[in-house]
């Protein structure tokens, strides 16, 4: 089987490279904080101690990192060292410039996939994400497929483009949920009431997603996606919710909690 090499083991990238190193998979991993391998370790994966040691013998690459800044920075060890004909799949929420930008630097040498996921860890643990796969994804489908099911986007950089679609709605639609309720509290409605009557309602699923247990989504990533959205274009409705979320963010703790720990916060400031 291909020799794989997963960089970036966060609470999505963990769990996801665990699913290819059980299904049988060599597995190089690499994590700007080594200590985060460990588990996969001990499981069978072989640690890296550089972007560029990970990758050198890799015949596919997927990197699972926070942002573009992150991105780039792997990128500038690890470009150098692939080998030709490599595949890379790019599964971080970056927005298509850096896909782009990406895939400019890497030229003729090797073939970029962008492919994020719609999912949290629960379903990255159970290799049921949602796939936005844009670009030549021959050659890796089957990789992809260990990980959930695939929706093919078209050409390289939709994948990213569209995920930022889904996710500045799903983002801006809990922040929506935690100041409906606290319209609810200030007209003196019952707190369990308003959440069954919105749970009805057409925006059930936001209302379970502010609500969520047992998944994560850091609200720091949550701004980060809400920053890359308002930069394209004029978004005045997400620019009010990127500024509920940094002002329950002013809580470190928080910006590092899911998105359902915000909420909160958004609803009883």
Known sequence: MEQIAFLGLGHMGAPMARRLLAAGHPLTVWNRTAAKAEPLVAEGAVLAASPADAV???????????????????????????????????????????????????????????????????RAATGELGILAGGDTAGVEHVLARLGTVTRTGSLGTAAALKLVINASVIGAVALVAETLRLADALGVDGDTARAALANGPIGGAV??????????????????????????????????????????????????????????IRNP
């Open 208 to 265: 379970a997603r502010t609500f969520a247990d047992g998944v994560h989504f850091a609200t720091a990533l949550a701004m980060k996606d809400l920053v890359l959205a308002t930069k394209t274009t004029e978004l005045p409705a997400l620019e009010a919710v990127l500024a509920d979320y940094r002002r329950a963010a002013d809580d470190p703790a928080l910006a590092q909690a899911d998105i359902s720990r915000a909420a909160a916060r």
């Open 56 to 122: 050198r013998d890799a015949d596919v690459v997927v990197t699972m990192l926070a942002d573009p800044a992150a991105l780039d920075a792997v990128a500038d060890e690890i470009v150098p060292a692939l080998r030709p004909g490599a595949r890379w799949i790019e599964m971080s929420t970056v927005g298509p410039d850096a896909v782009r930008e990406l895939a400019a630097r890497l030229g003729a040498g090797a073939t970029l996939v962008d492919a994020p996921v719609m999912g949290s860890t629960d």
